[in-house]
């Protein structure tokens, strides 16, 4: 069974510009989460969905970032314009079900310069 | 505000030495309290995962050993080896509320010298 998969694993931006990171989960996983993990600091909730549903948004920063969930498969998560504090590693995870084991994918670090 | 706090953010143990990494947390919702190891150029992976009914559980050289009272939990290692070298993280959910949200603690790195 492949693993939580994510693209690209490194990204670096300049100020100001678009970013667009993708997390493929498990196959057959309805719960996609995102995390964020800023140098130094604990990985932080970003955003759940359920299916192509937005569970719970709370964890994310500001109207710059964007998730989509569509068709309930892979997710995206856009950073638009990017700015120097979003740099940090995205981490995104999968799970049968809330009361499951989430499984991470390995990250994409994205530097904004 | 950081609902969970995790100390120390590096060790360092010599082979075949217990490795302790501890947590405490203050919301006394969380019912689910997982340890994630994390190797450099992947993401975490659960480790071993407790629940507050209990106050220790083994998982081959991994115990979590819980304090409800305290709420405070910890990770022992033992007779730790190189291969134990990574990130660990501590992380508490209350899986009812929260829908499965983890909040992680800073991590601790591990260096495990042969």
């Known amino acids: 069974e492949a693993g939580v998969t994510q693209f690209p694993s490194h990204s670096v931006i300049e100020k100001g510009q678009t970013v667009t990171l993708r997390c493929d989960p498990i196959s057959g996983h309805d719960n996609l989460y995102w995390y964020r993990r800023v140098m130094g600091k604990e990985i932080k909730f970003l955003l759940h969905?359920?299916?192509?549903?937005?569970?719970?948004e709370s964890g994310m920063p500001n109207n710059r970032f964007l998730a989509e969930r569509t068709g309930g498969t892979y997710s995206t998560l856009k950073v638009q314009p990017a700015e120097l504090e979003d740099s940090g590693v995205y981490f995104c995870a999968s799970s049968r079900g809330t009361v499951y084991e989430q499984f991470f994918g390995p990250g994409t670090r994205l530097t904004v310069l | 505000q950081q609902q969970v706090k995790q100390s120390p953010q590096s060790l360092i143990v010599q082979k075949g030495g217990i490795s302790i990494i501890n947590c405490a947390y203050e919301n006394t919702a969380f019912d689910y309290f997982p340890w994630y190891q994390q190797f450099p150029g992947k993401g975490p992976a659960l480790l071993i995962a407790?629940?507050?009914?209990?106050s220790e559980k083994k998982e081959g050289r991994f115990t979590i050993s819980f304090n409800k009272s305290a709420k405070q939990f910890s990770l022992h290692i033992m007779d730790s080896q190189p291969g134990d070298s990574a990130t660990y993280f501590c992380?508490?959910?209350?899986?009812?509320?929260?829908?499965?949200?983890?909040?992680f603690g800073r991590g601790t790195q591990l260096t495990v010298w042969p």
């Open positions: 407790i629940r507050p009914d209990v």
């Open positions: 992380a508490a959910s209350n899986r009812g509320s929260t829908l499965g949200r983890l909040y």
């Open positions: 969905f359920v299916k192509e549903s937005k569970q719970d």
